[in-house]
């Protein structure tokens, strides 16, 4: 299996861009997570999906961030306007609903700075 | 609502040596819990899961767990680390409602030399 694969590894973008993280999870898997890992506040759940529907949107920061599911093969994190406190790494995560405790796989993250 | 504490930032072990690492949770209702380690610039992976039944659970590279439900406690243990150990590890929990959500814990930082 080729595991979550996020894109971009790597982005650096200027103030007040728009930013768009793509995320394909495992293939069968029916549960979908957004993570953001920062120093200071760990790794905090920003959004989740099941069956391509948004369960749970608590985690999103402010307006600025939002994610879309469209399929159940992709998803997207978009910030737009992105600001220096958005620099971080952002998790995508998947898991089956009939697996025990629904293990949930992560993605290598992709690596944000904004300037 | 639940929540995980992780007790210690950073463990520096010498290699060969024992190491625990010490999490604690707090739930009102039965939960699942995890060890994920996260390696350098690398995403997270499970290290071992406590779902039910026997309290001691054994996961990869050599780690063991133990479920202590009244200490509300999931310690983390390695009879004798590498230093391919090195590594941050994380504390998560679930409850069995809502299974696929996971609450982490701030992380240990495990620090590996010769």
């Given amino acids: 299996d080729a595991g979550v694969i996020q894109s971009p590894r ?6 007040g861009q728009e930013v768009t993280l793509r995320c394909k999870p495992i293939s069968g898997h029916d549960y979908l997570f957004w993570y953001r890992q920062t120093m200071m506040r760990g790794l905090e759940l920003l959004i989740y999906f099941n069956n391509n529907v948004p369960i749970d949107d608590s985690g999103m920061p402010e307006d600025r961030f939002s994610a879309k599911m469209p399929n159940a093969s992709f998803s997207t994190l978009k910030i ?18 009939g697996s025990a405790g629904n293990t949930i796989y992560f993605g290598e993250g992709s690596w944000l700075t904004v300037v | 609502a639940q929540s995980v504490t992780q007790l210690d930032s950073q463990v520096p072990v010498f290699e060969e040596a024992p190491v625990e690492l010490r999490c604690n949770y707090s739930s009102s209702v039965s ?7 996260q390696y350098p610039n690398q995403g997270l992976q499970l290290l071992l899961k406590y779902l039910s039944g026997s309290t001691l659970v054994k996961g990869i590279n050599g780690f063991e767990a133990e479920f202590n439900k009244s200490q509300t ?9 590498h230093i391919s150990d090195t590594a941050e590890y994380f504390c998560a929990v679930s409850d069995t409602g809502t299974a696929s959500k996971l609450t982490f814990g701030t992380g240990t930082r495990l620090q590996v030399t010769l």
């Fill in chain 1, 10 to 15: 790597h982005e650096v973008t200027e103030m």
């Fill in chain 1, 80 to 97: 737009q306007p992105s600001e220096p406190r958005d620099s971080a790494v952002y998790f995508c995560a998947s898991s089956h609903s």
């Fill in chain 2, 31 to 37: 939960v699942y819990l995890f060890w994920y380690v």
């Fill in chain 2, 73 to 81: 406690s999931f310690h983390l243990r390695k009879p004798s680390v």
